[in-house]
């Protein structure tokens, strides 16, 4: 994903505009709406356990494609970028790679089950085309400038759209997916000027949204069992 690398170049409104509007609302607030509105959980504690036990070993492929064989681990520990731009990196990557998961892994994936039913047949479609929505994804943000990345991105989508859609479990798929892409982007070091009032105004709003959708949902459970 592009982000504003820099205050100079991007400016104050350019970096709260990323924090706020993109990963606050349309990234985090939109989908959390959706899927109060129709009534999608975002676990599923009935999953078959072999279904589940597959979707994980999905999930755990691509954390050592995303981590380990792209060269993203080594390049790290031989940085050692500093506690203070790793804790960056975790205020910004925590909401886009819940974002990301939310869009791409989550509400497509239920859309497209719920439109043509449960079976065997339909959950392979909704992996294709969870896969096919990250890729696109990336190409459409980098501008159709990094078709390398899209290709990588649909590949690993494939794996996570595995994960996501056996496990239904939008908490595992999104910290797995955030192991990759915070090794991928400390490894780049792209963002080690990102400014901090955007990484932690950004993370500071999705926290809340999270902590409010929470409370609505223990809320509707407990009118639910009076």
């Known amino acids: 994903m592009v982000l504003p690398v820099s205050e100079g170049e991007w400016g104050v409104a350019h970096c709260l505009f ?3 509007v993109y990963l606050g609302i349309v990234g985090t607030a939109l989908p959390l709406y959706i ?8 676990s599923d504690p009935d999953v078959p356990a072999k279904r589940f036990i597959i979707g994980t070993a999905a999930l755990l492929i691509a954390a050592g494609v995303g981590v380990f064989m792209s060269g993203s681990f080594d390049r790290v520990m031989e940085l050692r970028p ?4 790793v804790f960056k990196y975790l205020l910004l990557f925590a909401p886009m790679a819940a974002a990301l998961t939310l869009h791409c892994l989550f509400l497509v994936p239920a859309a497209v089950t719920g439109a043509l039913g449960g079976h065997n047949g339909a959950m392979s479609f909704a992996i294709v085309v969870s896969a096919l929505s990250m890729g696109l994804g990336f190409l459409v943000d980098s501008g159709f400038a ?5 290709v990588t991105m649909t590949v690993l989508g494939l794996l996570f759209g595995t994960g996501a859609v056996l496990t239904r479990s939008v908490y595992l798929t999104a910290f797995v997916f955030f192991l990759v892409m915070l090794s991928n982007t400390l490894a780049d070091g792209k963002y080690n000027d990102y400014p901090w ?3 932690v105004t950004g993370f500071a709003l999705w926290a809340l949204l999270l902590l409010v959708a929470a409370a609505s949902r223990m809320s509707r459970e407990k009118n639910a069992d009076n």
């Open 197 to 199: 009032y955007a990484a």
């Open 82 to 85: 500093p506690a203070a731009v």
């Open 18 to 20: 990323w924090g706020i």
């Open 35 to 42: 899927a109060r509105k129709y009534n999608l959980a975002m």
């Open 146 to 150: 990094s078709t390398e990345n899209a």
